[in-house]
Nanobody, 113 residues
Framework: QVQLVESGGGLVQPGGSLRLSCATS????????MSWYRQAPEKERELVAS????????NYVDSVKGRFTISRDNGKNTVYLQMNNLKPEDTAVYYC??????WGQGTQVTVSS
């Protein structure tokens, strides 16, 4: 049974940091690229960051470049999203996704003073 479980979301003040985790099981994690998406209220889901299966290539949406870092630990079957200098416009539900199309349930990130 394939599972992707996000954690690490919460309420943070502008300028703060959060680290999201996506723990996976049930598939050969190290063989697949992984991505983080987000969906803000009344907006379409957007791709935030992606990482290849070896971690050798990473890609980011322009709005988070220099602030977010995607990484992975193939030994722990987990992908991470380090988010620094958070802004109110980063408020959204964040989802991880495998390149095979499996999704997690999402974790809420709220940036507010």
């Amino acid at each position: 049974q394939v599972q992707l479980v996000e954690s690490g979301g919460g309420l943070v003040q502008p300028g703060g940091s959060l680290r999201l985790s996506c723990a996976t099981s049930g598939f050969n994690f190290r063989s697949y690229a992984m991505s983080w998406y987000r969906q803000a209220p009344e907006k379409e889901r957007e791709l935030v960051a992606s990482i290849t299966n070896t971690g050798g290539y990473r890609n980011y949406v322009d709005s988070v470049k220099g602030r977010f870092t995607i990484s992975r630990d193939n030994g722990k079957n987990t992908v991470y999203l380090q988010m620094n200098n958070l802004k109110p416009e980063d408020t959204a539900v964040y989802y991880c996704k495998s390149s095979t199309g499996w999704w997690g349930q999402g974790t809420q990130v709220t940036v507010s003073s």
